[in-house]
T-cell receptor, first 111, second 114 residues
Framework: DQQVKQNSPSLSVQEGRISILNCDYT??????FLWYKKYPAEGPTFLIS?????DKNEDGRFTVFLNKSAKHLSLHIVPSQPGDSAVYFC??????????FGAGTRLTVKP | EPEVTQTPSHQVTQMGQEVILRCVPI?????FYWYRQILGQKVEFLVS????????KSEIFDDQFSVERPDGSNFTLKIRSTKLEDSAMYFC????????????FGEGSRLTVL
């Protein structure tokens, strides 16, 4: 089941710079997209979401962009902070269907 | 802040043994889920549960798996005869409705099958 793909297993960024995490999906029925953040030994925690009627959603340092024609979304974190170091999962769902997750991207923000 | 709680945090079992993982979802939530994450791999959907029945399950969720909501608060995942490849972190999640935003996850139960 590869409906949601995160092709970069890891990303390293300098503190203060922008982090860009990418996600692609194949199911055109997906209409709601989310990013979760996961620290070791903890469950995923919700970060930010976007519905398919929008192409951008911003919450503080976090912005999610959705390109429906390309079936692509991205998470921008700016400025990046060392505390942002975690695994970031992209997730998607279709109406009344259940959420599917990507494989995750490990972000390391270096001081 | 309400949260999803899971027990045990870690269970070690012998291959072939039965395991029950327990979850207490957030009290006003109606949709319940189990996901698992094998070490270093993606978070995989196992099953969703609503109105006392399974609403969707993945190909991973075979006859060895079952879920139950035995009372008004607990939501359990049972693995009847564990295999080595069942070793993973199992995450319970809940949400108020089908399209009402994010899932709220518990901290996970680590299952180690020897």
């Amino acid at each position: 089941d590869q409906q949601v793909k995160q092709n970069s297993p890891s990303l390293s960024v300098q503190e203060g710079r922008i982090s860009i995490l990418n996600c692609d999906y194949t199911n055109s029925m997906f209409d709601y997209f989310l990013w979760y953040k996961k620290y070791p030994a903890e469950g995923p925690t919700f970060l930010i979401s976007i519905s398919s009627i929008k192409d951008k959603n911003e919450d503080g340092r976090f912005t999610v962009f959705l390109n429906k024609s390309a079936k692509h979304l991205s998470l921008h974190i700016v400025p990046s902070q060392p505390g942002d170091s975690a695994v970031y999962f992209c997730a998607a769902s279709a109406s009344n269907n259940d959420m599917r997750f990507g494989a995750g991207t490990r972000l390391t923000v270096k001081p | 802040e309400p949260e999803v709680t899971q027990t045990p945090s870690h269970q070690v079992t012998q291959m072939g043994q039965e395991v029950i993982l327990r979850c207490v979802p957030i009290s006003n939530h109606l949709y319940f889920y189990w996901y698992r994450q094998i070490l270093g791999q993606k978070v995989e959907f196992l099953v969703s549960f609503y109105n006392n029945e399974i609403s969707e399950k993945s190909e991973i969720f075979d006859d060895q798996f079952s879920v139950e909501r035995p009372d008004g608060s607990n939501f359990t995942l049972k693995i009847r005869s564990t295999k080595l490849e069942d070793s993973a972190m199992y995450f319970c999640a809940s949400r108020p409705g089908p399209n009402t935003g994010e899932l709220f996850f518990g901290e996970g139960s680590r299952l180690t099958v020897l």
